[in-house]
């Protein structure tokens, strides 16, 4: 979701990363946040019975400032107000359908019909819950193991003293339970069973420096395994592999010799000029999970967990985007956004490969062996 407008060396970028925006005044400690993980228990929400959910994806700071999210009668602007959904309320997700009239102030006419009403789609995440049963010990002979949160949201319990990361002091300010949400991945460095018998898991964000520290259920996470780094095409000269970023579609395509081999809509930076137009622009970082923050002028964010991010230039990556569904419209601070499944196809296709420990790989040489990525404004 992220760019910067100055030259952005990997350093720089972690050193960001640890600073986090601290754009809010912290009010006194929060209890609720401060309570021992071992005393306040952890349980799993009763997510509704649905094969295919949607979380409201807008954060409870939009409806403190006033903004509300409607769910309507209807697939449609005019139709009367059912009520008001929640920040992170979960919906089953029946269908989704075309608006019943234009709506000529969004670009997307896709509404999502719940048993309640209907709800415009880039408002909600579609999400599974698919609660796993969780390692009782860190692996044999590994420090740790990566995990992707496999329910539509998990709460966070803060191990450390107090918050260190902008988004951490952002949910003391307003008093909110920190949460990862579906699909999104985090590091694991202890395991632990609590008063109630419940599995914890120890999480951080292992690529920020300094990080916050967590425990969490951990029925709420898969590990990942081989499969989930494993190279797609591995075979294909890699000469021939390029990925093609249309700003004016909203659309990726992963090329193998002129043939097109993947599609995907994304979301693009709102700003003009905020997702670098050119190429070829390689392939140079690539982790399987970081935190995205800066507090450049009108691209203020602290957002941890960011999955299968693939930079291709300064502080520009193709990654996985869980804060909306609005692929297909340009949404970002110039990063590329995509669906998760997206993201991850992209970061296994392209080169160079990353293995699972540490997770993580620069390329240095830009010129040979990394994927070219091609960003046009083309009709």
């Known amino acids: 979701m992220a760019s910067s407008k100055q030259p952005f060396s990997r350093r720089d970028f972690l050193k960001l990363a640890g600073l986090g925006m601290g754009v809010l005044a912290l009010r006194p400690w929060n209890s609720h946040l401060s309570v021992p993980a071992t005393s306040r228990g952890f349980s799993l929400p009763d997510f509704p019975k649905a094969d295919l959910l949607g979380r409201n994806c807008t954060t409870d700071t939009s409806l403190l400032w006033g903004g509300t999210i409607p769910l309507m009668s209807r697939p449609d602007v005019g139709s009367s107000r059912v009520r008001d959904a929640k920040p992170d309320e979960v919906f089953p997700w029946l269908h989704e359908v075309s608006a019943q009239t234009i709506d000529y102030n969004y670009q997307n006419q896709r509404w999502v019909e719940t048993p309640e009403g209907f709800i415009r789609s880039f408002y909600l995440q579609p999400c599974r819950n698919l609660p796993n049963t969780p390692l009782t010990a860190i692996p044999s002979g590994q420090n740790g193991f990566w995990a992707e949160v496999t329910v539509p949201y998990v709460d966070l319990i803060l191990d450390n003293p107090a918050p260190v990361s902008g988004w951490m002091r952002d949910h003391v300010a307003y008093d909110r339970i920190p949460r990862l949400y579906y699909s999104q991945v985090m590091w694991v460095d202890q395991i632990r069973t609590g008063d109630g018998g419940a599995v914890q898991y120890h999480i951080n964000e292992r690529y920020a420096n300094p990080g916050d520290l967590f425990w969490a259920e951990g029925a709420a996470f898969r590990p990942l395994t081989a499969d989930d780094v494993s190279p797609i095409h591995p075979d294909v000269d890699p000469s021939t592999k390029k990925v093609v970023v249309n700003l004016n579609y909203q659309t990726l395509s992963c090329m193998e010799d002129n043939k097109e081999v993947y599609f995907a809509s994304v979301s693009t930076g709102i700003q003009e000029g905020s997702t670098p137009i050119g190429g070829p622009q390689a392939v140079r970082w690539k982790l399987i999970s970081v935190r995205m923050s800066a507090a450049v002028t009108g691209a203020s964010?602290?957002?941890?967990?960011?999955?299968?991010?693939?930079?291709?230039?300064?502080?520009?990556?193709?990654?996985a985007a869980t804060s909306h569904n609005d692929f297909g419209t340009v949404h970002s601070h110039g990063c590329v956004n995509c669906h998760p499944e997206d993201a991850k196809w992209v970061f296994r296709w392209?080169?160079?490969?990353?293995?699972?420990?540490?997770?993580?790989?620069?390329?240095?040489?830009?010129v040979n062996g990394s994927t070219k990525v091609f960003v046009v404004d083309t009709f």
């Open 301 to 319: 964010y602290d957002l941890p967990g960011i999955s299968w991010a693939t930079f291709f230039h300064d502080g520009v990556a193709i990654h």
């Open 350 to 366: 392209s080169l160079p490969t990353v293995p699972m420990e540490p997770g993580e790989i620069t390329w240095t040489d830009w």
